[in-house]
T-cell receptor
Framework: GAVVSQHPSRVICKSGTSVKIECRSL??????MFWYRQFPKQSLMLMAT?????????EQGVEKDKFLINHASLTLSTLTVTSAHPEDSSFYIC???????????FGPGTRLTVT | TQLLEQSPQFLSIQEGENLTVYCNSS?????LQWYRQEPGEGPVLLVT?????EVKKLKRLTFQFGDARKDSSLHITAAQPGDTGLYLC?????????FGTGTSLTVIP
């Protein structure tokens, strides 16, 4: 149980274009999902907390107009990187929590490369 | 500064050796989790500890939560190449969830 999927697993896009990453909880309802960014061999950097039906809460330094988050249902959250730049290239990971648990279950991640 | 500091940051050992990874903070946590992450994949939950002084074992891995619930350790006995990965601790303060700085472990055959 507690499986989280992400799509796509890898994406290459050109500078200036937008990319959408989907995060789905497959066998449970997730009232809260988290979006992280990770650089090689480093820990996860929390970007934003996504609550179903409400606006996402962004961490300090994360541009909400650049990283658009939508949590339209209890099983789906999306992260859209708008007007992507090469410095946005990174590994993006989502996670979800069960309503009755503090444990996070992670998706497999999305490798974004902006050329 | 990070709320949860892990040490060492990098560790390279021979197969069969033992090792300990530390996760330290000045804050008290309601619970603490350990995750392992392999390259190109998301972190996988290994264990959750919630009681001060608690010790949990998962095969060759032993996890301990400090008495004051401010720190934790992960001990691996007889490391194997399959243990290679990034180990992350994460703590829940009740208000927020924090990840540690990470420990990259390489076990050489």
């Amino acid at each position: 149980g507690a499986v989280v999927s992400q799509h796509p697993s890898r994406v290459i896009c050109k500078s200036g274009t937008s990319v959408k990453i989907e995060c789905r909880s497959l066998d449970f309802q997730a009232t809260t999902m988290f979006w992280y960014r990770q650089f090689p061999k480093q820990s996860l950097m929390l970007m934003a907390t996504s609550n179903e039906g409400s606006k996402a809460t962004y961490e300090q330094g994360v541009e909400k107009d650049k990283f658009l988050i939508n949590h339209a249902s209890l099983t789906l959250s999306t992260l859209t990187v708008t007007s992507a730049h090469p410095e946005d290239s990174s590994f993006y990971i989502c996670s979800a929590t069960l309503a009755t648990s503090y444990e996070q279950y992670f998706g497999p991640g999305t490798r974004l490369t902006v050329t | 500064t990070q709320l949860l500091e892990q040490s060492p940051q990098f560790l390279s050992i021979q197969e069969g050796e033992n090792l300990t990874v530390y996760c330290n903070s000045s804050s008290v946590f309601s619970s603490l989790q350990w995750y392992r992450q392999e390259p190109g994949e998301g972190p996988v939950l290994l264990v959750t500890v919630v009681t001060g002084g608690e010790v949990k074992k998962l095969k060759r891995l032993t996890f301990q939560f400090g008495d004051a619930r401010k720190d934790s350790s992960l001990h691996i006995t007889a490391a194997q190449p399959g243990d290679t990965g990034l180990y992350l601790c994460a703590g829940d303060t009740g208000n927020q969830f924090y990840f540690g700085t990470g420990t990259s472990l390489t076990v050489i055959p």
